[in-house]
Protein backbone atom coordinates (compact mmCIF):
# COMPACT_ATOMS: atom_id res chain seq x y z
CA UNK A 1 0.00 0.00 0.00
CA UNK A 2 1.38 3.48 -0.93
CA UNK A 3 2.73 5.41 2.48
CA UNK A 4 -0.26 7.90 1.47
CA UNK A 5 -2.89 6.01 0.97
CA UNK A 6 -1.73 4.21 5.08
CA UNK A 7 -1.73 7.89 6.04
CA UNK A 8 -5.03 8.12 5.00
CA UNK A 9 -6.20 5.06 6.30
CA UNK A 10 -4.67 5.93 9.58
CA UNK A 11 -6.59 8.87 9.81
CA UNK A 12 -9.83 7.82 9.18
CA UNK A 13 -9.34 5.39 12.36
CA UNK A 14 -8.38 8.45 14.11
CA UNK A 15 -11.33 9.93 13.94
CA UNK A 16 -13.54 6.60 14.23
CA UNK A 17 -11.41 6.07 17.34
CA UNK A 18 -13.55 8.41 20.21
CA UNK A 19 -16.04 5.27 21.57
CA UNK A 20 -13.04 3.22 21.77
CA UNK A 21 -10.74 5.91 23.99
CA UNK A 22 -13.95 6.62 26.29
CA UNK A 23 -15.97 3.38 26.48
CA UNK A 24 -15.75 1.85 28.54
CA UNK A 25 -13.44 4.24 30.94
CA UNK A 26 -9.61 3.03 30.55
CA UNK A 27 -8.53 3.90 34.11
CA UNK A 28 -11.14 1.14 35.37
CA UNK A 29 -10.50 -1.59 32.98
CA UNK A 30 -6.84 -1.52 31.96
CA UNK A 31 -6.07 -2.99 35.52
CA UNK A 32 -8.40 -5.89 35.35
CA UNK A 33 -6.93 -6.85 31.80
CA UNK A 34 -3.54 -6.14 33.53
CA UNK A 35 -4.53 -8.61 36.17
CA UNK A 36 -6.43 -11.09 33.68
CA UNK A 37 -3.58 -11.48 30.88
CA UNK A 38 -0.46 -9.44 32.37
CA UNK A 39 1.40 -6.29 30.56
CA UNK A 40 4.34 -6.44 28.31
CA UNK A 41 6.23 -5.85 31.52
CA UNK A 42 5.10 -9.16 32.87
CA UNK A 43 7.73 -11.71 33.69
CA UNK A 44 8.06 -14.80 31.45
CA UNK A 45 9.70 -18.30 33.70
CA UNK A 46 13.14 -17.48 32.88
CA UNK A 47 12.39 -13.50 34.36
CA UNK A 48 12.74 -12.30 31.04
CA UNK A 49 9.94 -9.30 30.38
CA UNK A 50 7.24 -10.23 27.75
CA UNK A 51 8.11 -7.39 25.86
CA UNK A 52 11.95 -8.09 25.62
CA UNK A 53 10.83 -11.08 23.77
CA UNK A 54 8.43 -9.06 21.44
CA UNK A 55 11.08 -6.73 21.08
CA UNK A 56 13.56 -9.47 20.14
CA UNK A 57 10.78 -10.86 17.54
CA UNK A 58 10.50 -7.06 15.88
CA UNK A 59 14.23 -7.17 15.25
CA UNK A 60 14.05 -10.02 12.89
CA UNK A 61 14.42 -9.81 9.47
CA UNK A 62 11.35 -8.93 7.61
CA UNK A 63 10.28 -12.00 5.69
CA UNK A 64 9.79 -12.13 2.24
CA UNK A 65 6.27 -11.57 0.84
CA UNK A 66 4.15 -15.45 0.43
CA UNK A 67 3.97 -15.73 -3.42
CA UNK A 68 0.97 -18.80 -3.26
CA UNK A 69 -2.31 -16.89 -4.66
CA UNK A 70 -4.82 -15.65 -2.14
CA UNK A 71 -7.35 -18.59 -1.31
CA UNK A 72 -10.80 -16.96 -1.80
CA UNK A 73 -13.35 -16.53 1.31
CA UNK A 74 -15.25 -19.59 0.09
CA UNK A 75 -12.80 -21.87 -0.56
CA UNK A 76 -10.98 -21.08 2.51
CA UNK A 77 -14.14 -21.71 4.65
CA UNK A 78 -14.91 -24.92 2.71
CA UNK A 79 -11.29 -25.95 3.05
CA UNK A 80 -11.66 -25.54 7.34
CA UNK A 81 -15.02 -27.50 7.59
CA UNK A 82 -13.90 -30.37 5.39
CA UNK A 83 -10.87 -30.45 7.58
CA UNK A 84 -12.83 -30.11 10.88
CA UNK A 85 -14.93 -33.20 9.59
CA UNK A 86 -12.11 -35.40 9.22
CA UNK A 87 -10.56 -34.67 12.77
CA UNK A 88 -14.17 -35.48 14.32
CA UNK A 89 -15.13 -31.75 14.93
CA UNK A 90 -18.98 -30.93 14.05
CA UNK A 91 -18.60 -27.63 13.93
CA UNK A 92 -20.10 -24.36 11.90
CA UNK A 93 -17.56 -22.22 10.23
CA UNK A 94 -19.23 -18.94 10.24
CA UNK A 95 -18.30 -15.47 8.37
CA UNK A 96 -18.03 -12.24 10.59
CA UNK A 97 -16.93 -9.21 8.56
CA UNK A 98 -16.36 -7.28 11.75
CA UNK A 99 -14.31 -9.82 13.55
CA UNK A 100 -10.90 -7.69 14.79
CA UNK A 101 -8.73 -11.71 14.23
CA UNK A 102 -8.44 -13.05 11.07
CA UNK A 103 -10.13 -16.01 12.58
CA UNK A 104 -11.50 -17.18 16.24
CA UNK A 105 -13.10 -20.06 17.83
CA UNK A 106 -15.90 -20.46 19.67
CA UNK A 107 -17.73 -23.83 21.52
CA UNK A 108 -18.63 -25.37 18.64
CA UNK A 109 -18.09 -22.57 15.76
CA UNK A 110 -15.17 -21.26 13.68
CA UNK A 111 -15.51 -18.06 12.88
CA UNK A 112 -13.68 -16.10 9.84
CA UNK A 113 -13.06 -12.67 9.03
CA UNK A 114 -14.31 -11.51 5.95
CA UNK A 115 -11.50 -11.40 2.69
CA UNK A 116 -9.05 -13.99 1.42
CA UNK A 117 -6.51 -15.85 2.98
CA UNK A 118 -2.67 -16.87 2.57
CA UNK A 119 -2.17 -20.87 2.42
CA UNK A 120 0.33 -20.22 5.12
CA UNK A 121 -2.37 -18.40 7.10
CA UNK A 122 -4.83 -21.32 6.67
CA UNK A 123 -2.19 -24.12 7.78
CA UNK A 124 -1.74 -21.46 11.05
CA UNK A 125 -5.33 -21.14 11.47
CA UNK A 126 -6.17 -24.93 11.68
CA UNK A 127 -3.40 -25.58 13.59
CA UNK A 128 -4.08 -22.77 16.32
CA UNK A 129 -8.06 -23.33 16.58
CA UNK A 130 -8.68 -26.61 14.64
CA UNK A 131 -6.30 -28.75 16.28
CA UNK A 132 -6.10 -26.01 18.95
CA UNK A 133 -8.96 -24.44 20.35
CA UNK A 134 -12.03 -26.53 19.22
CA UNK A 135 -10.50 -29.65 19.97
CA UNK A 136 -9.82 -28.50 23.65
CA UNK A 137 -13.26 -27.53 23.86
CA UNK A 138 -14.52 -30.47 22.26
CA UNK A 139 -12.71 -32.62 24.53
CA UNK A 140 -13.71 -30.08 27.55
CA UNK A 141 -17.39 -31.02 26.93
CA UNK A 142 -16.48 -34.73 27.60
CA UNK A 143 -15.14 -34.38 31.02
CA UNK A 144 -17.13 -35.13 34.27
CA UNK A 145 -15.23 -32.01 35.73
CA UNK A 146 -17.37 -29.00 34.10
CA UNK A 147 -14.31 -26.72 35.10
CA UNK A 148 -12.58 -28.27 32.33
CA UNK A 149 -14.90 -27.67 29.58
CA UNK A 150 -14.98 -23.84 31.54
CA UNK A 151 -11.57 -23.06 32.00
CA UNK A 152 -9.85 -23.53 35.04
CA UNK A 153 -6.75 -20.53 35.64
CA UNK A 154 -4.28 -19.58 34.10
CA UNK A 155 -6.38 -21.69 31.46
CA UNK A 156 -6.61 -18.59 28.88
CA UNK A 157 -3.03 -17.58 28.56
CA UNK A 158 -1.69 -21.52 28.60
CA UNK A 159 -4.79 -22.63 25.87
CA UNK A 160 -2.78 -19.75 23.64
CA UNK A 161 0.59 -20.80 24.59
CA UNK A 162 -0.79 -24.40 23.59
CA UNK A 163 -2.44 -23.25 20.41
CA UNK A 164 1.32 -21.28 19.55
CA UNK A 165 2.97 -24.39 20.24
CA UNK A 166 1.02 -26.26 17.53
CA UNK A 167 1.32 -23.53 15.35
CA UNK A 168 4.92 -23.97 15.40
CA UNK A 169 4.60 -27.75 14.86
CA UNK A 170 3.16 -26.78 11.87
CA UNK A 171 6.01 -24.58 10.69
CA UNK A 172 3.90 -22.12 10.69
CA UNK A 173 5.24 -19.82 13.63
CA UNK A 174 7.55 -18.26 11.22
CA UNK A 175 9.00 -14.66 11.21
CA UNK A 176 5.90 -13.23 9.86
CA UNK A 177 3.80 -14.94 12.43
CA UNK A 178 6.37 -13.83 15.37
CA UNK A 179 6.12 -9.75 14.15
CA UNK A 180 2.60 -9.84 14.40
CA UNK A 181 2.44 -11.16 17.87
CA UNK A 182 5.48 -8.85 18.89
CA UNK A 183 3.42 -5.91 17.42
CA UNK A 184 0.39 -6.75 19.49
CA UNK A 185 2.12 -6.84 22.54
CA UNK A 186 3.95 -3.29 21.51
CA UNK A 187 0.21 -2.25 21.04
CA UNK A 188 -0.68 -2.98 24.48
CA UNK A 189 2.61 -0.94 25.84
CA UNK A 190 1.45 1.89 24.14
CA UNK A 191 -2.01 1.27 25.66
CA UNK A 192 -1.00 0.69 29.29
CA UNK A 193 0.98 4.01 28.74
CA UNK A 194 -1.16 6.10 27.70
CA UNK A 195 -0.86 6.48 23.79
CA UNK A 196 -4.41 6.81 21.96
CA UNK A 197 -5.12 4.06 19.35
CA UNK A 198 -4.49 6.53 17.01
CA UNK A 199 -1.23 7.40 18.08
CA UNK A 200 -0.23 3.69 18.45
CA UNK A 201 -1.46 3.32 14.82
CA UNK A 202 1.18 6.26 13.90
CA UNK A 203 3.90 5.24 16.36
CA UNK A 204 4.02 1.59 15.13
CA UNK A 205 3.50 1.70 11.30
CA UNK A 206 6.95 2.45 10.44
CA UNK A 207 8.22 -0.11 12.83
CA UNK A 208 5.91 -3.14 11.44
CA UNK A 209 6.37 -4.05 8.05
CA UNK A 210 2.23 -4.54 7.51
CA UNK A 211 -0.10 -2.49 5.19
CA UNK A 212 -2.58 -0.39 7.02
CA UNK A 213 -5.15 -3.12 7.45
CA UNK A 214 -3.04 -5.62 8.63
CA UNK A 215 -1.57 -2.76 11.22
CA UNK A 216 -4.83 -1.33 12.62
CA UNK A 217 -6.43 -5.06 12.83
CA UNK A 218 -3.73 -5.56 14.69
CA UNK A 219 -3.99 -2.65 17.26
CA UNK A 220 -7.69 -2.81 17.49
CA UNK A 221 -7.11 -5.83 19.53
CA UNK A 222 -5.46 -4.09 22.17
CA UNK A 223 -7.94 -1.53 22.50
CA UNK A 224 -11.01 -2.63 21.40
CA UNK A 225 -13.46 -2.24 24.73
CA UNK A 226 -11.05 0.16 26.17
CA UNK A 227 -8.53 -1.98 26.73
CA UNK A 228 -10.35 -4.70 28.31
CA UNK A 229 -9.51 -7.03 25.49
CA UNK A 230 -5.31 -6.02 25.82
CA UNK A 231 -4.70 -10.27 26.39
CA UNK A 232 -1.87 -10.69 23.85
CA UNK A 233 0.95 -10.55 26.48
CA UNK A 234 -0.83 -13.22 27.49
CA UNK A 235 0.13 -15.31 24.38
CA UNK A 236 3.89 -15.29 24.80
CA UNK A 237 3.53 -15.98 28.75
CA UNK A 238 1.85 -18.92 27.94
CA UNK A 239 3.52 -20.73 25.18
CA UNK A 240 6.69 -19.97 27.69
CA UNK A 241 5.23 -22.31 30.35
CA UNK A 242 3.71 -24.43 27.52
CA UNK A 243 7.95 -24.65 26.29
CA UNK A 244 8.72 -25.20 29.70
CA UNK A 245 5.87 -28.31 30.64
CA UNK A 246 7.70 -30.00 27.06
CA UNK A 247 11.46 -29.79 28.18
CA UNK A 248 10.14 -31.36 31.63
CA UNK A 249 7.38 -33.80 30.68
CA UNK A 250 7.40 -34.01 27.05
CA UNK A 251 5.43 -32.98 24.43
CA UNK A 252 2.91 -35.76 25.32
CA UNK A 253 1.81 -33.54 28.27
CA UNK A 254 1.66 -30.43 26.19
CA UNK A 255 -0.99 -32.45 23.94
CA UNK A 256 -2.60 -33.70 26.98
CA UNK A 257 -3.64 -29.68 28.01
CA UNK A 258 -6.26 -30.46 25.13
CA UNK A 259 -8.16 -32.77 27.46
CA UNK A 260 -10.11 -29.24 28.13
CA UNK A 261 -9.64 -25.90 28.67
CA UNK A 262 -6.61 -26.46 31.06
CA UNK A 263 -3.74 -24.17 32.47
CA UNK A 264 0.07 -26.08 32.86
CA UNK A 265 -0.43 -25.43 36.72
CA UNK A 266 -4.07 -27.25 36.39
CA UNK A 267 -2.68 -29.74 34.36
CA UNK A 268 0.22 -30.53 36.91
CA UNK A 269 -2.84 -31.16 39.38
CA UNK A 270 -4.99 -33.53 37.86
CA UNK A 271 -2.57 -36.84 37.77
CA UNK A 272 -5.35 -38.29 41.35
CA UNK A 273 -8.30 -37.30 39.75
CA UNK A 274 -7.27 -39.11 36.17
CA UNK A 275 -6.22 -41.90 38.58
CA UNK A 276 -9.60 -42.70 39.86
CA UNK A 277 -11.53 -42.10 36.10
CA UNK A 278 -12.91 -38.32 36.97
CA UNK A 279 -10.77 -36.56 34.42
CA UNK A 280 -10.28 -38.70 30.89
CA UNK A 281 -7.72 -38.15 28.31
CA UNK A 282 -8.88 -36.55 25.36
CA UNK A 283 -10.63 -38.29 23.00
CA UNK A 284 -10.02 -36.48 20.30
CA UNK A 285 -5.94 -35.76 19.72
CA UNK A 286 -5.36 -34.92 16.08
CA UNK A 287 -1.27 -34.21 15.20
CA UNK A 288 0.60 -32.22 13.86
CA UNK A 289 0.22 -34.87 10.86
CA UNK A 290 -3.70 -34.57 10.20
CA UNK A 291 -2.64 -31.06 8.33
CA UNK A 292 -0.73 -32.97 5.61
CA UNK A 293 -4.23 -33.02 3.13
CA UNK A 294 -4.90 -29.14 3.68
CA UNK A 295 -1.22 -28.46 2.68
CA UNK A 296 -1.49 -30.65 -0.33
CA UNK A 297 -4.80 -29.07 -1.36
CA UNK A 298 -3.62 -25.41 -0.94
CA UNK A 299 -0.18 -26.89 -2.97
CA UNK A 300 2.20 -26.15 0.10
CA UNK A 301 4.87 -28.67 0.72
CA UNK A 302 3.83 -31.76 2.83
CA UNK A 303 6.22 -30.33 5.83
CA UNK A 304 7.43 -27.23 6.34
CA UNK A 305 10.90 -26.66 8.89
CA UNK A 306 9.58 -25.45 12.24
CA UNK A 307 10.92 -21.70 13.35
Same mark, same amino acid.
Given at each position: ??????????????????????????????????????????????? =???????????????? =???????????????????????????????????????????????????????????????????????????????????????? =???????????????????????????????????????????? =????????????????????????????????????????????????????????????????????????????????????????????????????????????????
Amino acid at each position: MAPDLHAARLDEIELDAALLEHIPDRKRVLPLAARRHGTPASLLPDG =TPIRELALEWLAEAVP =TADEHALVPLERASGLLRNLARRLGLEIEVRIEPGLAALAAAGDRALFLSAGAYRPRQLVRLAAHELLGHLTSAFNGRAQRLRLLEHG =TAGSYEDQEGLCLWLERGAGALDANRRRTLALRVEAAQLLHTGA =TFGEACMSLRDRCGLTAEELVRAVERSYRAGGAAARDPGYLLGLARVDDLARVQGSEAVLGLRAGRISVAAARQLGPLRDCGFVRAPILAPSIDALAELRGELGLPAAAPSS
